[in-house]
């Protein structure tokens, strides 16, 4: 027979263990883990950057604010693609054995097409804060959504600022990825017509000196009225450096893979290179946006780009999607954003059917080192000077 105290000891050791498990049950929710699949690394770096920067702030708001779906505290799973289709298979297999319901990303078209069946197969909500390619809309399939517009619809706006200005010849340099090719297509096909024409097209892999030195002869050979670079911000730079060498330089176009480091990168060879923006106001009176600004700011000693408060909509609209669902899968959060309508920093996001978001990009020029509207850019003497009507 065991002694009393022994029977004692039990009952209390017991008594413990049903007070903790109780404790643990009526104790703070599970946290909610999400996927990002961004480019930490490799040629789109320097947007990853700022999308992982945009994704900390909009964790830290959610949280600071009580979590998600009744008060789960929400993390973040992060895998950088390098850039890569291949690496970012394995980054989307990893997420995808975690168990997250939704994935931040990826950053780039070209890798955001790569997963599209991987996304299908194993139904797993991607929302992208920067991929464009117009091919995503009919590819991407009812598991990928994007907070970023189509370049359908930047393609258009560029094709028909060159027939304001009533150039004739265009001519295009074009990275030879799904982005730079599409966007370039879309361009194509809006601005020709009548006397209207692509004097050049170039897709290029890679830039080396000899490749852009070989570019712009034939540039020069050809006499464009304007030069459309369909490329990533890097290789802009380098094109704009080459350009500015030249006697008689074309205006130089952009796209909205361009971001404020292009003054950076390119220096005063940047001045007067007009490109679109998906417009992200960081003077904005705005109490939402004042405050995602003011936080980025301290944080990172810089203002955030339009890719940084993309970042920042994109986990914002996936949290608002989990608080309207009392299941957290992916699925649920498919339909839920099907029918979403949130007003984010960089403006009211709704969904086609397409999962895109239905945004037009405003023009932005480059003027004493600062990028400006291209209005005011336009009223100034070197944009008098370049855009003679």
Same mark, same amino acid.
């Not at 990275?175 to 879309?186: E, K, L, M, N």
């Not at 969904?351 to 945004?359: A, K, L």
């Given at each position: 027979?065991?002694?009393?105290?022994?029977? #004692?000891?039990?009952?209390?050791?017991?008594?413990?263990?049903?007070?903790?498990?109780?404790?643990?049950?009526?104790?703070?929710?599970?946290?909610?883990?999400?996927?990002?699949? =961004?480019?930490?690394?490799?040629?789109?770096?320097?947007?990853?950057?700022?999308?992982?920067?945009?994704?900390?702030?909009?964790?830290? *708001?959610?949280?600071?604010?009580?979590?998600? $779906?009744?008060?789960?505290?929400?993390?973040?799973? +992060?895998?950088?693609?390098?850039?890569?289709?291949?690496?970012?298979?394995?980054?989307?297999?990893?997420?995808? !054995?975690?168990?997250?319901?939704?994935?931040?990303?990826?950053?780039?078209?070209?890798?955001?097409? #790569? &997963?599209?069946?991987?996304?299908?197969?194993?139904?797993?909500? %991607?929302?992208?804060?920067?991929?464009?390619?117009?091919?995503?809309?009919?590819?991407?399939?009812?598991?990928?959504?994007?907070?970023?517009?189509?370049?359908?619809?930047?393609?258009?706006?560029?094709?028909?600022?060159?027939? *304001?200005?009533?150039?004739?010849?265009?001519?295009?340099?074009?990275?030879?990825?799904?982005?730079?090719?599409?966007?370039?297509?879309?361009?194509?096909?809006?601005?020709?017509?009548?006397?209207?024409? =692509?004097?050049?097209?170039?897709?290029?892999?890679?830039?080396? *000196?000899?490749?852009? !030195?070989?570019?712009?002869?034939?540039?020069?050979?050809?006499?464009? *009225?304007?030069?459309?670079?369909? $490329?990533?911000?890097?290789?802009?730079?380098?094109?704009?450096?080459?350009?500015?060498?030249?006697?008689?330089?074309?205006? &130089?176009? /952009?796209?909205?893979?361009?971001?404020?480091?292009?003054?950076?990168?390119?220096?005063? $060879?940047?001045?007067?290179?007009?490109?679109? @923006?998906?417009?992200?106001?960081?003077?904005?009176? !705005?109490?939402?946006?004042?405050?995602?600004?003011?936080?980025?700011?301290?944080?990172?000693?810089?203002?955030?780009?339009?890719?940084?408060?993309?970042?920042? !909509?994109?986990?914002?609209?996936?949290?608002?999607?989990?608080?309207?669902?009392?299941?957290?899968?992916?699925?649920?959060?498919?339909?839920?954003?099907?029918?979403?309508? +949130?007003?984010?920093?960089?403006?009211?996001?709704?969904?086609? @059917?397409? /999962?895109?978001?239905?945004?037009?990009?405003?023009?932005?020029?480059?003027?004493?080192?600062?990028?400006?509207?291209?209005?005011?850019?336009?009223?100034?003497? %070197?944009?008098?000077?370049?855009?003679? @009507?």
């Amino acid at each position: 027979m065991k002694p009393r105290f022994a029977r #004692s000891t039990l009952s209390l050791f017991v008594l413990m263990l049903v007070l903790v498990g109780l404790l643990s049950a009526c104790g703070e929710p599970k946290p909610i883990t999400i996927g990002a699949l =961004i480019p930490e690394t490799g040629p789109a770096a320097s947007y990853g950057r700022t999308i992982h920067q945009g994704i900390e702030i909009a964790v830290e *708001d959610i949280n600071a604010a009580g979590g998600v $779906a009744g008060g789960h505290k929400l993390l973040v799973e +992060y895998r950088d693609t390098h850039t890569s289709a291949p690496q970012a298979k394995v980054g989307l297999q990893e997420l995808v !054995d975690l168990g997250v319901p939704a994935i931040i990303g990826p950053g780039t078209s070209s890798v955001a097409l #790569s &997963l599209v069946p991987d996304i299908n197969r194993t139904k797993v909500l %991607l929302v992208s804060p920067s991929a464009s390619s117009p091919r995503l809309s009919s590819e991407g399939g009812e598991w990928f959504y994007r907070v970023y517009p189509s370049d359908i619809v930047e393609g258009f706006r560029m094709a028909n600022f060159c027939r *304001d200005m009533f150039w004739t010849k265009i001519a295009i340099i074009a990275s030879d990825d799904p982005f730079g090719r599409g966007i370039a297509d879309v361009f194509t096909k809006k601005y020709e017509a009548g006397v209207r024409e =692509i004097v050049l097209r170039e897709n290029f892999k890679t830039l080396d *000196d000899a490749k852009v !030195d070989e570019l712009i002869k034939k540039i020069q050979k050809v006499r464009p *009225d304007a030069v459309y670079l369909a $490329a990533y911000v890097d290789d802009v730079a380098i094109l704009l450096k080459k350009f500015q060498g030249l006697r008689n330089r074309p205006p &130089l176009l /952009g796209t909205s893979a361009v971001t404020r480091e292009i003054v950076k990168k390119a220096g005063q $060879a940047a001045e007067g290179f007009v490109f679109p @923006q998906v417009y992200f106001d960081c003077e904005s009176t !705005d109490p939402d946006t004042c405050s995602f600004v003011d936080k980025y700011r301290k944080r990172y000693q810089e203002d955030p780009d339009t890719f940084a408060a993309h970042a920042y !909509d994109a986990v914002r609209v996936v949290a608002a999607a989990m608080n309207q669902t009392p299941v957290i899968n992916s699925s649920a959060l498919t339909g839920e954003l099907a029918r979403i309508a +949130y007003k984010g920093v960089t403006g009211n996001i709704q969904f086609d @059917q397409n /999962g895109d978001v239905v945004r037009a990009p405003s023009l932005f020029a480059v003027l004493g080192g600062e990028i400006v509207p291209f209005e005011k850019f336009k009223e100034a003497r %070197l944009g008098q000077e370049i855009f003679k @009507q």
